[in-house]
């Protein structure tokens, strides 16, 4: 977690949508702090902050905020930018993982060529809640050989238990503000 400064400026400048997208749901929309120039920078800054000046050599971002922010996060650390997307989208040869939904299965993939052996990576996406996707997406790039050092998000669900899922994987994770229950 970051100063408690920051933290209250980014929880601010997250929308709240009670009953979305169905009932029940309270959904955390980060367009709005994307959207504030300050905030967006804030965030940025504090996912970058801990690995400023350190051998980072690929941000792998999760299909489709986690490119926004990891491309932010890529470009201030001078690293490459790998997407992680879902399973049909990117035009060249690619490794697949087929992970659990909620409600059945999904799969997402990555370029074969986009990591190499011994990268030292970041995972970077807006939310971790129940943590299936970005499970997905760290076995996808240990499989590749990445070195995983560190999956980074701006919000943190902790009631889902996702970074649990994380951490059993040894990737230590970092997130900016925390929203209690669902």
Request: include cysteine.
């Amino acid at each position: 977690m970051t100063d408690k400064s920051v933290q209250d400026e980014l929880k601010e400048a997250i929308r709240t949508i009670p009953n979305y997208p169905k009932d029940g749901i309270i959904f955390r929309d980060i367009t709005t702090l994307l959207g504030n120039a300050r905030a967006f920078r804030r965030a940025v800054d504090a996912l970058v902050q801990p690995w400023a000046g350190s051998k980072v050599d690929q941000i792998a971002g999760i299909e489709a905020r986690g490119f926004i922010l990891g491309g932010a996060v890529a470009h201030q650390l001078s690293a490459g930018f790998v997407p992680i997307r879902k399973k049909g989208k990117l035009p060249f040869e690619t490794v697949t993982i087929a992970y659990s939904l909620e409600y059945g299965l999904d799969e997402m993939e990555m370029h074969r060529d986009a990591i190499k052996p011994g990268d030292k990576v970041i995972v970077v996406d807006d939310l971790i809640a129940t943590g299936g996707t970005a499970e997905a997406a760290c076995k996808l790039l240990q499989s590749m050989g990445a070195d995983i050092v560190a999956a980074c998000f701006i919000v943190d669900l902790p009631d889902l238990g996702g970074r649990a899922k994380l951490e059993a994987l040894n990737v230590p994770v970092r997130t900016l503000v925390d929203f209690p229950g669902h």
